[in-house]
């Protein structure tokens, strides 16, 4: 295989006859009938062409030094395939061109550089020989050539043609261009355009077998128009590329001229008429007088900046901004008490004392008018519906309702906006609700107050302690407005699962309304007036067709939830409903209701999950069960005791907190001190371990309010009398027994009745706390209030 080398003629010292890569010698009239044949990888030799090869096979070293040591004459053949490195004859085309080696060059690699000089078209006749190298019988191919008009027209287009290309094209030297002027003959003319225009291999070896030069310019036209356009196209873009930068300055320039045209003609350019866009919003919106000060200076800033400076963009954006908030734009409130406990009554079930507080506050709004008042806080566990109380006192003020979830906010500036210096400045959440809203007075649902964050970017609880404050928001200041706006009009709601992490200056802002779980009772209820309709439309389902009983109803509810709120059970009611969709296709029958028997809700929503009853028996001692508050409603606890042989040690496991483990270590000082009163061997003390674990070891636990349970299970342990099954019990204790006051009762007392429990006991003073417990669920629970652990044992342990 032999290619073109590219850098043999600087090697070699070349002159301008070989630059010029065309021979001005005459070629031999004839040439001997056998020669031998050199393959050619990419490139094809034309006659009267001078080019450089590099040779690296050994077969073809050895054809070039049989060639130099002889009369120099060969024949360059193109391969069909490049890759072949040993062509044997069928991979060679028919027609090469005689060629003779100038000179020749071996090099330490191994390689052979040649130069050559194509002499004469030729075809072959046939191979006599392929060991060494292949050598085959040739025949010359003369050029047909003729005297017509066409011809000559074909020769002086293609040499215009060719000397433009040579103009335009940078690889190209003046010397091919000198050639090109000198030669008159139209079959070398044809040579050495085909030899010089950037064509692919195909082409090239077309032209070579063409015979008639006729044909052959005409074949050549077209290639040079299309390297001509190529060409143009090129030098087009390269002169675009150039005065990119000064295009822009030319535009700048025009544009400006243009206004200056526009002004004398009387016309108004598109900056004027934005401008005066602006002028008009600004004059008609009820804007405070600071804003109508800053929004005039700005405009006059905006009227006099050329539009291709990034800071029109932004003038422009903050005119927009400023120009279509809702200065001074309210809704009438439209408050009647009547409607409004009506529309609670019927978009939510249960929570008397939440619907007579917020009745209360629409009744203050009504007289007053403009209320400056406390900020309403929802508390209660997820899915009791927090958000959905804020839409309904939302439409029963007649005002426009919007959401900000606060929940993972972490940057000061999506409250307060961001400056605008800063590229991309927007205003922060409040303002562009506001915006979209299109009103100073409406109901703003800030929720999952309780999950915000804070880092480098500044702390969002400290930016709402101004939006919050009645005090203070009726000038509050966005970063990116940088003018008062009053939120005084505002209905601020804010909801939260739990308040020990809002903020202390933040909390003291808010009127805490608790929202407390819902009793099996209350979300029977909800579920035949809310979640099974609702879940029917949502699947196409007519009403008639799927039948809920309430006993169905209430074995999803023991059975397959255990929640505060009733978001589980309505995914639950969902899935029964989409296997019914489901059965109806398969029985192709859409006529027949279908009732979801209780006995057959395993068909539709596997096994329970949940057993309505305790969920374990206390069958050894060491065991209590303890109630528990967290963020998503009241939970039960397993507490469990046991001891080794050991010295006297407390082991403490189940992930518990530093408040926890300070309760079990003095639930373990006081039975120590008691040991007497309760006929306990003092010195079996110091001859056990005792091992206090919690399960559900992965989840943290803290608190005092585990005492009591703590202490019942040691006094199980130790007196070796099992704790009743059916109690469940709370509340903190001291070193000298006292039975102290503990928060969350009420969802606590929810839990037990949730867990299957039938009694609890319950520190004296939290007797009015009980009161808050729904009657339905005092009626089903016996409470024992205790004052000291002395009455505890008794009431949580079995006889002996």
């Known amino acids: 295989m032999t290619t073109p080398d590219t850098e043999f003629i600087k090697i070699l010292g070349s002159s301008s006859e070989q630059q010029d890569q065309l021979s001005t010698r005459t070629p031999p009239k004839t040439l001997p009938e056998v020669l031998p044949i050199l393959g050619l990888s990419d490139i094809v030799v034309f006659p009267g062409m001078i080019a450089p090869l590099l040779v690296e096979t050994t077969e073809s070293i050895r054809l070039i030094d049989d060639v130099v040591s002889g009369d120099r004459f060969l024949v360059l053949v193109l391969q069909k395939s490049p890759e072949i490195e040993n062509p044997i004859p069928t991979d060679l085309y028919g027609v090469g061109c005689a060629a003779r080696v100038l000179k020749m060059l071996k090099f330490p690699d191994n390689t052979v550089r040649v130069l050559i000089e194509g002499l004469r078209r030729v075809r072959i006749k046939e191979f006599s020989a392929q060991v060494p190298y292949l050598q085959a019988k040739i025949e010359i191919l003369g050029d047909e050539l003729d005297n017509s008009v066409e011809l000559t027209a074909f020769t002086r287009n293609a040499e215009r043609q060719f ?31 085909a030899a010089n225009l950037n064509l692919n291999l195909n082409e090239r070896q077309a032209l070579l077998e063409t015979t008639s030069v006729k044909e052959r310019l005409s074949k050549l036209l077209p290639l040079l128009n299309k390297e001509m356009e190529v060409l143009n196209l ?28 526009q002004r004398e003609l009387g016309e108004a350019d598109p900056v004027s008429t934005e401008v005066n866009v602006f002028r008009e919003l600004i004059d008609k919106n009820p804007l405070s007088p600071e804003a109508k000060l800053v929004a005039y200076k700005e405009l006059d800033r905006l009227q006099q900046m050329p539009t291709a400076v990034p800071e029109f963009t932004i003038t422009r954006n903050y005119l927009d901004w400023l120009t279509h908030l809702p200065w001074n734009k309210y809704t009438e409130d439209k408050i009647e008490l009547e409607h409004a406990s009506q529309l609670l009554d019927a978009e939510h079930y249960g929570l008397a004392k939440v619907k007579d507080r917020l009745l209360d506050f629409l009744a203050v709004i009504k007289l007053k008018k403009q209320l400056k008042g406390p900020i309403l806080c929802l508390v209660g566990p997820p899915g009791v519906g927090k958000t959905s109380l804020g839409k309904s006192v939302a439409e029963a003020l007649g005002r426009k309702f919007a959401r900000i979830s606060l929940g993972g906010m972490r940057d000061e500036a999506e409250i307060r906006g961001h400056r605008r210096t800063y590229v991309g400045a927007m205003p922060g959440r409040i303002i562009q609700t506001l915006r979209r809203t299109e009103s100073a007075n409406p109901v703003i649902l800030l929720d999952e ?58 909390r003291d802002r808010l009127e805490v309304i608790e929202i407390p779980s819902y009793t099996a009772l209350e979300k029977l209820q909800i579920a035949r007036r809310h979640l099974v309709p609702k879940q029917l439309e949502e699947h196409g389902m007519k009403k008639k067709l799927v039948k809920f009983p309430d006993s169905t109803l209430k074995r999803i509810i023991e059975e397959y939830t255990r929640e505060a709120g009733v978001r589980q059970l309505e995914r639950e009611i969902g899935s029964v409903t989409r296997k019914a969709v489901r059965r109806f296709f398969t029985a192709k029958n859409f006529n027949t209701p279908l009732t979801v028997e209780a006995s057959k809700l395993s068909e539709f929503l596997g096994p329970p999950k949940f057993r309505p009853e305790a969920a374990e028996r206390i069958k050894e001692i060491g065991i209590a069960v303890g109630l528990a508050w967290t963020p998503v409603g009241g939970e039960i606890l397993f507490i469990e005791a046991t001891r080794m042989r050991g010295k006297g040690g407390l082991i403490l496991t189940g992930s518990l907190g530093d408040v926890m483990k300070e309760s079990a270590q003095t639930a373990l000082s006081y039975l120590k001190s008691q ?41 199980s342990l130790l007196t070796k009398r099992l704790v009743k099954s059916d109690l469940a019990m709370t509340g903190e204790i001291s070193l000298r027994g006292r039975v102290l006051r503990v928060g969350g009762i ?40 205790v004052q000291h652990v002395s009455e505890l044992l008794p009431l949580a342990l079995k006889p002996a």
């Open 449 to 506: 107050i309780d999950k915000i964050g804070a880092d480098y970017k500044g702390d969002p609880a400290s930016a709402l302690l101004e939006v919050l404050d009645p005090a203070q928001n009726n000038s509050f200041s966005d970063h990116y407005l940088e003018v008062p706006f009053d939120l005084s009009r505002v209905l601020f709601i804010t909801t939260a699962n739990w308040l020990d992490p809002i903020n202390a200056a933040l």
């Open 163 to 193: 000397q433009e290309i040579i103009r335009l094209s940078p690889t190209l030297s003046e010397q091919v261009k000198i050639a090109a002027l000198n030669t008159e003959d139209p079959s070398k003319l044809a040579d050495l355009i």
């Open 675 to 715: 040991a007497v009163s309760l006929k306990l061997d003092v010195e079996d003390f110091d001859k056990w371990d005792i091992h206090v674990h919690v399960p559900a070891g992965a989840t943290p636990k803290d608190g005092p309010s585990a005492g009591v349970t703590i202490f019942s299970a040691l006094a």
């Open 234 to 261: 090129g030098t087009k873009i390269q002169s675009e590329v150039a005065s990119s930068m000064s295009k822009s300055q030319r535009e700048f320039f025009l544009r400006e001229q243009i206004r200056a045209i």
């Open 746 to 785: 009420k969802e606590k007392v929810l839990a037990a009745a949730r867990s299957g429990m039938k009694q609890v006991i319950l520190p004296k003073e939290c007797d009015n706390d009980w009161l808050e417990v729904p009657e339905e669920i005092r009626h089903k629970l016996k409470v024992h209030f």
